[in-house]
């Protein structure tokens, strides 16, 4: 059986949290839209086969045009995304080919290569995976008034990233189970997790982050800088 991996990374948010006109995934970080860096990744890794890209709908145009002008040749189709991200993943699972998916943020530039195998060797042998780290903050449940209703056991807290690696079909099936039962998740696991797949989490770094709020883009500016440097 084929073990052929492909990816579909999402960027047809709006970035409501960020507040900048332009939406964050097209910001430029040393001179380079985030999505772009987020590309790069994928393209460079040789186990990656093929990727679709989706975007907001008004982006698709300049989506093409950057997959062209950064020959990002393993892009096989820039679509369209949904109201949600589960809709834009599940618009991007339409679309692929291959055996494996990776389900990656398109706005989480710092994900290594050594992550994707490391993902991808967890999904073989578990099933399914997500990259994740171990929580640093103590956690608690509180209630709609501000009291706290409970401190879960930190020892059992990750926060999860992406990728996230499931067999194609399988993720479909998630999905469509979903839609049936209208559950709206915020990750991709949480859609396996209730149609019965295991999912296994593989140890991350605390460098992947998502860009999500203002403070974020020191960080990635910073890191994007440090990066250029080790590399001259
Ligand atoms: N309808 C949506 C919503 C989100 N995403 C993508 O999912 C990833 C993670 O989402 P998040 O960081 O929440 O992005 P936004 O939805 O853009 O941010 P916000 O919630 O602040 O508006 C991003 O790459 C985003 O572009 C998507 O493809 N389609
Ligand atoms: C998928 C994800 O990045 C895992 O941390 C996250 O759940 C996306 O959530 P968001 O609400 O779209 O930020």
Redesign the pocket.
Known sequence: MSNSVGAVI?????????GTAE???YLLLQGKPIIVHTLEVFQKHELISEIVL?TGEADVQRCRQWVQAYKLDKVSVVIP?????Q??VRRGLGELTTTWVMVH???RPFVQGSEIEACYERARSAGASVLAVPVKDTIKQVDGEGNVLSTPDRRSLWAIQTPQTFRLSELMSAYDEAERDGFLGTDDSSLAERSGITVSVVEGSYRNI?I?TPEDLDFAEFTERSRGEEQR
Do not use: W, Y
Request: glycine share 20%; proline share 0%; net charge positive.
């Open positions: 999402v960027a047809a948010g709006r970035g409501t949290r960020m939406s964050k995934q989706v995304g949904g109201a949600e991200r809709h834009s943020d398109g706005v998502k999500t």
